[in-house]
């Protein structure tokens, strides 16, 4: 980028390597011999946007196109808001400098609710008006880009539905081509196309493309959705998520940029596979993830050494949703280890199950640098375990963690939820004395001049579109608050700390994960009244937002604290996530029950999502 155009906006910014680009790997082309500019827009600021692997995918799949130009852009921290506003500029993409005006494109990716207002005020810094309605069905396809929207958010997009032109929903690495390069089309061969005329086409021509103006909401008295319907035959009634069959065939980005700044995972990441087969009650990503689908041990043991000539880290992350599960980990491991030794090169094996810790391999992984261990019980007593399907015992989690201070470990971190359904107090205080027991097998089998550290992080349940939990309230905010000071008070060592996520937060996180169109107005509310950066502590306002809720006429309760009836039409319904809602309903009945479900691999519980012939 031409820093000589911003050099007054970054001598005034506290961190400018946020906004200079010209990372070692950065992708630089020629404009003019570009037809298609797309910027991915992360709603957040560049050390965490930065981290994202599915904007490193994407933008690899785009910039592989010799016509493409995939750029960058990142939530501005507030020194660098301030200094836009001041001076009127728009904000930019990294890469090359231009406002995000100029672009055929932005792509935001949606990784959480508290990012909404951030999408929002990134628009209005770049003079894009929020509402796709002021951005001209009828004009010309080409006045203003085209704002799409992708991630995890987007199985339940209603609440920023009125901001997007489309939604990709699903693994995009396909779709998004199609996309492109139907708008190419559109643009080259069909001139003064409107916009409203491209949209029903790449609604009905491009599998898991939702665009929202063209489905109408009708809503019942009091206040639960009606109906979500298609105003076009031709429009399909529900959007069915796109999936990538193939991992081993997929692009995959071995040239990541290497970043001046630190950032939040800065390390070569390798995505070893996508889906789950558990099955946790409360987990979006284990539900609207499947199909299971690994990649081969050959071609992440590629992938990695290509990476380590490209960038030089000294460590590498096996990136998966339970990574104990890839049925490859062995190989996969003994392979990495073949030439990362030499070269000392630390292996990370985030995200591993209690239930399948075992003591060769994390000896293997050790062997250039030991580190603290994560695991996530989620419950303090087995009957909860029971009720998510957590499926791992009390004896599993002490002997997994006896096995890793047997190894030389003497940190444990340890994740727990409260407010899950059906909780009860005992549960809550059967937290502190899990890692109590913890703490007493450390000492039973260490030196009582070892020290140890059981570190308990706690967050609060969310209720999440396309779980077994999704009709469930979540508990109030006394509720919650009261059960983390009871957790505190059950806690009698100074061996265990006690971390946990504001209440808060999680309420509002809560109101937008099973919100409708009808919050829209609230986010453009908040975003004039100043609000950004939701999922920071010196920027969320609670009571701020309870006036814009009051001032936009919405109940967060209604959102939030209020069981849902599995008969009552979701805001999410039209969307195709794979798994079933007749099975979701049956597994939250099991859970009432206390009634686990095995994973997959042992028995098919047929959830519809298609990873066995049985379904």
């Given at each position: 980028?031409?820093?000589?155009?911003?050099?007054?906006?970054?001598?005034?910014?506290?961190?400018?390597?946020?906004?200079?680009?010209?990372?070692?790997?950065?992708?630089?082309?020629?404009?003019?011999?570009?037809?298609?500019?797309?910027?991915?827009?992360?709603?957040?600021?560049?050390?965490?946007?930065?981290?994202?692997?599915?904007?490193?995918?994407?933008?690899?799949?785009?910039?592989?196109?010799?016509?493409?130009?995939?750029?960058?852009?990142?939530?501005?921290?507030?020194?660098?808001?301030?200094?836009?506003?001041?001076?009127?500029?728009?904000?930019?993409?990294?890469?090359?400098?231009?406002?995000?005006?100029?672009?055929?494109?932005?792509?935001?990716?949606?990784?959480?609710?508290?990012?909404?207002?951030?999408?929002?005020?990134?628009?209005?810094?770049?003079?894009?008006?929020?509402?796709?309605?002021?951005?001209?069905?009828?004009?010309?396809?080409?006045?203003?880009?085209?704002?799409?929207?992708?991630?995890?958010?987007?199985?339940?997009?209603?609440?920023?539905?009125?901001?997007?032109?489309?939604?990709?929903?699903?693994?995009?690495?396909?779709?998004?081509?199609?996309?492109?390069?139907?708008?190419?089309?559109?643009?080259?061969?069909?001139?003064?196309?409107?916009?409203?005329?491209?949209?029903?086409?790449?609604?009905?021509?491009?599998?898991?493309?939702?665009v929202p103006s063209l489905y109408e909401v009708t809503y019942n008295d009091d206040g639960t959705i009606k109906t979500v319907a298609p105003k076009y035959q031709d429009i399909p009634k529900t959007v069915k998520k796109r999936i990538i069959k193939d991992l081993d065939k997929?692009?995959?980005?071995?040239?990541?940029?290497?970043?001046?700044?630190?950032?939040?995972?800065?390390?070569?990441?390798?995505?070893?596979?996508?889906?789950?087969?558990?099955?946790?009650?409360?987990?979006?990503?284990?539900?609207?993830?499947?199909?299971?689908?690994?990649?081969?041990?050959?071609?992440?043991?590629?992938?990695?050494?290509?990476?380590?000539?490209?960038?030089?880290?000294?460590?590498?992350?096996?990136?998966?949703?339970?990574?104990?599960?890839?049925?490859?980990?062995?190989?996969?491991?003994?392979?990495?280890?073949?030439?990362?030794?030499?070269?000392?090169?630390?292996?990370?094996?985030?995200?591993?199950?209690?239930?399948?810790?075992?003591?060769?391999?994390?000896?293997?992984?050790?062997?250039?640098?030991?580190?603290?261990?994560?695991?996530?019980?989620?419950?303090?007593?087995?009957?909860?375990?029971?009720?998510?399907?957590?499926?791992?015992?009390?004896?599993?989690?002490?002997?997994?963690?006896?096995?890793?201070?047997?190894?030389?470990?003497?940190?444990?971190?340890?994740?727990?939820?409260?407010?899950?359904?059906?909780?009860?107090?005992?549960?809550?205080?059967?937290?502190?004395?899990?890692?109590?027991?913890?703490?007493?097998?450390?000492?039973?089998?260490?030196?009582?001049?070892?020290?140890?550290?059981?570190?308990?992080?706690?967050?609060?349940?969310?209720?999440?579109?396309?779980?077994?939990?999704?009709?469930?309230?979540?508990?109030?905010?006394?509720?919650?608050?009261?059960?983390?000071?009871?957790?505190?008070?059950?806690?009698?060592?100074?061996?265990?700390?006690?971390?946990?996520?504001?209440?808060?937060?999680?309420?509002?996180?809560?109101?937008?994960?099973?919100?409708?169109?009808?919050?829209?107005?609230?986010?453009?509310?908040?975003?004039?009244?100043?609000?950004?950066?939701?999922?920071?502590?010196?920027?969320?306002?609670?009571?701020?937002?309870?006036?814009?809720?009051?001032?936009?006429?919405?109940?967060?309760?209604?959102?939030?604290?209020?069981?849902?009836?599995?008969?009552?039409?979701?805001?999410?319904?039209?969307?195709?996530?794979?798994?079933?809602?007749?099975?979701?309903?049956?597994?939250?009945?099991?859970?009432?029950?206390?009634?686990?479900?095995?994973?997959?691999?042992?028995?098919?519980?047929?959830?519809?999502?298609?990873?066995?012939?049985?379904?």
């Open positions: 980028m031409n820093t000589d155009k911003y050099k007054i906006l970054l001598q005034n910014c506290i961190k400018p390597g946020r906004y200079t680009g010209g990372e070692i790997n950065e992708v630089i082309k020629d404009k003019e011999k570009i037809d298609l500019r797309f910027c991915f827009c992360f709603p957040d600021i560049y050390e965490i946007g930065m981290s994202n692997l599915g904007i490193r995918i994407l933008a690899d799949v785009l910039n592989n196109k010799e016509n493409y130009w995939c750029e960058r852009c990142f939530a501005p921290w507030t020194d660098m808001e301030k200094q836009l506003r001041d001076t009127k500029t728009p904000l930019f993409a990294l890469e090359s400098g231009d406002p995000l005006s100029e672009f055929d494109m932005l792509g935001f990716t949606l990784q959480y609710e508290l990012s909404y207002t951030n999408v929002l005020n990134m628009l209005d810094l770049a003079g894009i008006p929020l509402f796709t309605e002021n951005r001209g069905y009828d004009d010309d396809l080409s006045m203003y880009p085209l704002v799409v929207g992708g991630g995890p958010c987007t199985y339940n997009p209603e609440p920023v539905a009125d901001f997007f032109d489309l939604f990709l929903i699903g693994e995009d690495e396909e779709s998004i081509l199609e996309l492109t390069e139907l708008y190419l089309d559109c643009k080259s061969n069909r001139k003064g196309m409107k916009k409203s005329e491209f949209l029903h086409i790449a609604a009905t021509r491009i599998s898991g493309c939702y997929v692009s995959y980005p071995t040239k990541p940029l290497i970043p001046f700044l630190d950032i939040v995972h800065d390390r070569i990441v390798l995505e070893v596979f996508r889906g789950c087969i558990r099955g946790c009650r409360f987990c979006q990503a284990g539900m609207v993830y499947r199909p299971y689908r690994e990649k081969s041990a050959a071609t992440l043991d590629r992938c990695a050494a290509v990476s380590f000539e490209n960038t030089g880290y000294s460590e590498i992350s096996l990136s998966s949703l339970s990574i104990s599960d890839y049925m490859q980990l062995d190989e996969l491991i003994d392979n990495l280890l073949a030439w990362t030794d030499e070269n000392k090169i630390s292996l990370s094996l985030p995200s591993m199950r209690i239930d399948a810790f075992y003591e060769q391999l994390m000896e293997k992984v050790m062997s250039v640098r030991k580190s603290g261990l994560t695991f996530a019980p989620e419950a303090g007593t087995q009957r909860l375990r029971d009720v998510i399907n957590k499926n791992i015992t009390e004896q599993e989690i002490i002997s997994a963690c006896s096995k890793a201070f047997d190894g030389g470990r003497d940190s444990i971190k340890l994740y727990f939820m409260n407010g899950l359904p059906t909780e009860t107090d005992e549960d809550v205080s059967g937290i502190a004395l899990l890692a109590q027991k913890i703490v007493d097998e450390f000492y039973s089998i260490k030196r009582p001049r070892r020290g140890v550290n059981v570190t308990i992080s706690v967050s609060c349940f969310v209720p999440k579109p396309f779980t077994p939990f999704q009709w469930e309230p979540q508990d109030s905010l006394n509720e919650l608050e009261r059960k983390q000071k009871l957790l505190k008070d059950s806690i009698k060592t100074k061996k265990i700390s006690y971390k946990y996520h504001d209440a808060k937060t999680c309420r509002i996180e809560g109101v937008f994960a099973r919100g409708n169109r009808r919050l829209s107005a609230a986010l453009a509310e908040a975003v004039r009244a100043g609000q950004r950066f939701d999922g920071w502590d010196e920027y969320f306002d609670y009571n701020k937002w309870l006036e814009i809720f009051n001032r936009t006429n919405i109940d967060p309760g209604f959102f939030a604290n209020r069981r849902i009836r599995f008969e009552e039409t979701l805001a999410w319904d039209h969307i195709d996530a794979g798994v079933t809602k007749q099975y979701l309903i049956k597994e939250a009945q099991k859970a009432y029950n206390a009634e686990v479900t095995p994973d997959c691999r042992t028995a098919c519980s047929g959830c519809g999502a298609g990873c066995s012939d049985n379904e």
